[in-house]
């Protein structure tokens, strides 16, 4: 049992989504083969984000921004300085899995029962949000392809998330040839962002078994010692002397447990900007969810406006004005009344985080 063998499905998704990261303590390298495959997806992930970087320059609006081409960019970039990261403490990682490798190779039974006993749980629901998450991308992305029985030339704003692939009007060809580009891409970031975080999940679940296993074993150390107790006669119980083979595993059992906070310390280190980054990221997707939500709020009656309401009679206009004061109202989604997911939440939240990222990078 190690590092490699104890999750299958993070070797898989570490294999199909091209990440690479380290999976052995001596930093084997992998195959030219995969090495080519992860730069062939690198080039489309590259292309998809220029030419969505074009498309919200070309098209400059506001609409532009609630694109989902706006997430998809987002995920590029964090996907890409998660990897990165990882990728300049590689030295840090393989220590980190000699480190685990050699918890786990000398391990009883009752370590492997308590490892598998915590990963076991999460791979079916990892699976099926891998399998069920990128069907979804792909057929989303898909969907603008049924354009193609409509029209003959595209713009920018006919893909799912605008892009820019030629000066628009463009052909067919290019539309079907961006639309693809665009659906390798979503779904390889989307792969990326899972493998990513099946990786670290699997440290973090294999640190948590350790402890467990500290908690098992040291229960069991004592209600052994008490069983052994109460087959002794009076005077060996007033004159009590500690078991030598009970504390023999007790030593033992406390040099497991200074190992295991050694390699806790290590996977802080490797791990602290890394969370600190996705905890930024989820609080920006969930604020461009709400403003979205609240743009579209506030924009019932605008087209209606500029329709001639004023021409009905009174009745109908006092109902139209009531609409426009309803709609003025604050809408937001949160459950806490001082705090709002806004731009102005998201600045104050990534100061804060920049500031804890420093602090632990220092």
């Given at each position: ?29 992998f195959h030219?083969?995969?090495?080519i ?14 030419a969505?970087?074009c498309?919200?320059?070309l ?5 532009t ?13 964090e996907v ?6 990882m990728?300049?403490?590689?030295d840090?990682?393989s220590?980190l899995?000699?480190?685990l490798n050699?918890?786990l ?10 490892v598998h006993s915590i990963l ?11 399998i ?21 030339s ?5 893909f799912?998330?605008?892009a820019?692939?030629s000066?628009?009007?463009f ?8 639309n693809?580009i665009e659906?390798i891409?979503s779904?390889?970031?989307f792969l990326?962002k ?16 350790q402890?467990?296993?500290i908690?098992?074993?040291l229960?069991?150390?004592f209600h052994?010692?008490t069983?052994?107790?109460?087959d002794?006669?009076e ?5 009590y ?6 504390e ?17 310390l290590?996977?802080k280190?490797?791990l602290?900007?890394?969370?600190s980054?996705?905890y930024?990221n989820?609080i920006?997707?969930f604020?461009?969810?709400d403003v979205?939500?609240i ?12 329709e001639k309401?004023?021409?009905?009679g ?9 609409i426009?004061v ?13 705090f ?6 998201f600045?104050?939240?990534r ?12």
């Amino acid at each position: 049992m190690d590092f490699q063998n104890v999750n299958l499905l993070n070797v898989r998704l570490n294999m199909i989504s091209g990440n690479l990261l380290p999976m052995t303590s001596d930093g084997s390298s992998f195959h030219i083969a995969l090495k080519i495959y992860t730069t062939v997806i690198w080039i489309i992930e590259l292309i998809q984000s220029c030419a969505t970087i074009c498309g919200f320059v070309l098209v400059a609006n506001r609409e532009t921004l609630q694109n989902a081409g706006t997430v998809s960019v987002v995920l590029s970039v964090e996907v890409f300085i998660l990897l990165t990261r990882m990728y300049r403490n590689r030295d840090l990682a393989s220590q980190l899995i000699q480190k685990l490798n050699s918890i786990l190779r000398s391990g009883d039974e009752t370590m492997k029962n308590i490892v598998h006993s915590i990963l076991k749980p999460l791979e079916i629901p990892l699976e099926f949000y891998c399998i069920a998450g990128t069907g979804s991308v792909i057929v989303w992305c898909s969907m603008p392809l049924i354009l193609i029985l409509k029209k003959k030339s595209f713009l920018y704003e006919d893909f799912g998330m605008m892009a820019a692939f030629s000066k628009q009007p463009f052909s067919t060809e290019i539309f079907v040839l961006g639309n693809l580009i665009e659906t390798i891409a979503s779904a390889f970031i989307f792969l990326k962002k899972v493998s990513l975080n099946v990786y670290m999940i699997n440290l973090v679940l294999l640190l948590t078994a350790q402890y467990r296993y500290i908690a098992v074993k040291l229960a069991t150390i004592f209600h052994c010692s008490t069983s052994q107790n109460e087959d002794r006669d009076e005077f060996q119980k007033e004159n009590y002397s500690i078991d030598l083979s009970m504390e023999k595993k007790l030593r033992k059992l406390c040099l497991h447990h200074n190992t295991i906070i050694l390699t806790t310390l290590m996977l802080k280190k490797f791990l602290s900007f890394n969370m600190s980054l996705i905890y930024l990221n989820n609080i920006f997707l969930f604020c461009f969810v709400d403003v979205i939500f609240i743009n579209a709020s506030k924009e019932i009656t605008d087209k209606a406006f500029h329709e001639k309401w004023y021409e009905f009679g009174p009745s109908l206009k006092y109902i139209f004005r009531m609409i426009m004061v309803s709609n003025n109202l604050k809408t937001k989604l949160s459950i806490s009344e001082k705090f709002s997911l806004s731009l102005p939440s998201f600045l104050s939240v990534r100061l804060i985080v920049i500031m804890i990222s420093s602090s632990i990078l220092d």
